[in-house]
Structure formats: structure tokens, C-alpha cells
């Protein structure tokens, strides 16, 4: 099974940057899919973004325009760029596989985000 090893979580101001990195162990198919999911307090996960072995992108609405997932495939690595970010981003980010693009099989440890002034 896939490991997955989260950084870059903290402390930011509103409208602030941060950028995740989740560096994964093991080869991921080109049908599957990695991704950031994130809870906060009080609510269900929710998938904030994806990208498939192939490049292609998927952002919740919340999120668009302001996040940017990419991927290193030499190092095996997928980033999250969070820019212009709001309370309501405060949460625990968790790095994904996703199957077939849809179905987590493999989370990593989860990095606690918070934005606050």
C-alpha cells in the first residue's frame, strides 16, 4: 500500500499563502488519483482537490481560483498552493489516493492548517 507523508501545514494570516507537500512511497496507477481532503471542526471531509496521474484537475468550488494542486512525478510528489486563504480554510488537510479518481484508498497523517490574524 502506498504511504503518504504530509508538510507544510501552520499558521497564516487572512489572505495569506501555504503550500502541502505529500510525498508518496510506491508507484501510483495512471488510472488513480491524488488529492487533498480536509475536516474542520464540527464537519465532514470534503474533498478540496485532485489530479490525476494524467494532469487533469478537479477543485471544490470553494476553493477555485485561490488553490492549485501539481504534481512532481520524478520525486513522487504532490503540492497544494494555497493562496488568498480565509478563516474558513482552517482545518485538518489530508493527502489522498484516490481510485479511479474517486475512491480514497490511502491517506496520509493528516497537517493541521489554521488562518487566523
Known amino acids: 500500500q502506498v504511504q503518504l507523508v504530509e508538510s507544510g501545514g501552520g499558521l497564516a494570516q487572512p489572505g495569506g499563502s501555504l503550500r502541502l507537500s505529500c510525498a508518496a512511497s510506491?508507484?501510483?496507477?495512471?488510472?488513480?488519483?491524488m488529492g487533498w481532503y480536509r475536516q474542520a471542526p464540527g464537519k465532514q471531509r470534503e474533498l478540496v482537490a485532485s489530479?490525476?496521474?494524467?494532469?487533469?484537475?478537479n477543485y471544490a468550488d470553494s476553493v477555485k481560483g485561490r488553490f492549485t494542486i501539481s504534481r512532481d512525478t520524478a520525486k513522487n510528489t504532490v503540492y497544494l498552493q494555497m493562496n488568498s486563504l480565509k478563516p474558513e480554510d482552517t482545518a485538518v488537510y489530508y493527502c489522498v489516493v484516490l481510485y479511479s479518481g474517486i475512491i480514497p484508498v490511502s491517506w496520509g497523517q493528516g497537517t493541521q492548517v489554521t488562518v487566523s490574524s
Open positions: 510506491g508507484s501510483i496507477s495512471s488510472t488513480n488519483a
Open positions: 489530479i490525476m496521474m494524467v494532469g487533469r484537475t
